[in-house]
């Protein structure tokens, strides 16, 4: 069975501070996708990477893929209210198939 | 807006009921993943369907089913419900269904289903 953990569970942080939230597992994936869920709302959709050690930024959002595709962070710089919210990985099975297996979620708190 | 509506927004119901969850994929997309939210077990997959037809399966329990009809809406089945299927149950959509990874999925607002 995948598995796909997610630390820290649950960050409360102050408006300014940088986090880095970590998705890890011990299968590989073809690639892993980062969403954001807010109250009363599904997921959205972040970023996808693809590539081992592949890096990919989105305004103060950095995502990294691990080089083995078994793991991922997330490093958000100077954090501010609005991102509060539910933050989930997902990977996608390398051995090809229409399935994703999402992570355990960390729900951060950005206090202004 | 996503543009994936689901409805009810909310439902209350006893055990051993049946519902059922409706949803409306974006204009355009032919592939309609169905997901369960709860506190203790996070997001998990349950079916997905392209054009109609069943193309994988995830931990969907024998007491739920699932079908998308011709004109590419999708119904979730839950019945003999019990304490523990109360959660969050998602739609989400995408184009064309692809390989996992291959393409965006566009979730709608969710149902909360609530069994007493």
């Known amino acids: 069975t995948q598995l796909l953990e997610q630390s820290p569970q649950f960050l409360s942080i102050q408006e300014g501070e940088n986090l880095t939230v970590y998705c890890n597992s011990s299968s590989v994936f073809s690639s892993l996708q980062w969403y954001r869920q807010e109250p009363g709302e599904g997921p959205v959709l972040l970023v996808t990477?693809?590539?081992?050690?592949e890096v990919k930024k989105l305004k103060r959002l950095t995502f990294q893929f691990g080089d083995a595709r078994k793991d991922s962070s997330l490093h958000i710089t100077a954090a501010q209210p609005g991102d509060t919210g539910l933050y989930l990985c997902a990977g996608a099975d390398a051995s090809g198939t229409y399935k994703y297996i999402f992570g355990t979620g960390t729900r951060l708190k950005v206090l202004a | 807006d996503s543009g994936v509506t689901q409805t009810p927004k909310h439902l209350i119901t006893a055990t051993g009921q049946r519902v059922t969850l409706r949803c409306s994929p974006r204009?355009?997309?032919?592939?309609v993943y169905w997901y369960q939210q709860s506190l203790d077990q996070g997001l998990q997959f349950l079916i997905q369907y392209y054009n109609g037809e069943e193309r994988a399966k995830g931990n969907i329990l024998e007491r739920f089913s699932a079908q998308q009809f011709p004109d590419l809406h999708s119904e979730l089945n839950l019945s003999s419900l019990e304490l523990g299927d109360s959660a969050l149950y998602f739609c989400?959509?995408?184009?064309?269904?692809?390989?996992?990874?291959?393409?965006?999925?566009?979730f709608g607002p969710g149902t909360r289903l609530l069994v007493l």
């Open positions: 989400a959509s995408s184009v064309e269904g692809g390989l996992a990874g291959q393409e965006t999925q566009y």
């Open positions: 204009s355009g997309d032919l592939s």
């Open positions: 990477v693809v590539t081992g050690g």
